[in-house]
């Protein structure tokens, strides 16, 4: 019992998926707010893209 125990103190993988998943949501937040951020002129250049490729 006490060497499961020791094993389960020293296990550390959860602690790195628990911080790539942190990195994960970081990035994510700094996508959107950059595509919150910049949505009028990628609105404005996905008009122009429209407009040009109607005939």
């Known amino acids: ?4 125990l020791r094993r389960l ?4 993988s959860g602690a790195t998926a628990i911080e790539y ?4 949501a970081l990035v994510a937040v700094v996508v959107v707010g950059s ?3 910049m949505r009028p002129q990628l609105q ?6 429209t407009t040009a490729l109607t005939p």
Request: hydrophobic content about 55%; glycine content about 4%; aromatic content about 4%.
């Open 44 to 49: 404005a250049t996905f008009a122009a893209i």
């Open 1 to 4: 019992m006490k060497n499961r």
């Open 35 to 37: 595509l919150t951020l």
């Open 21 to 24: 998943g942190l990195i994960a």
């Open 9 to 12: 103190v020293k296990d550390d």
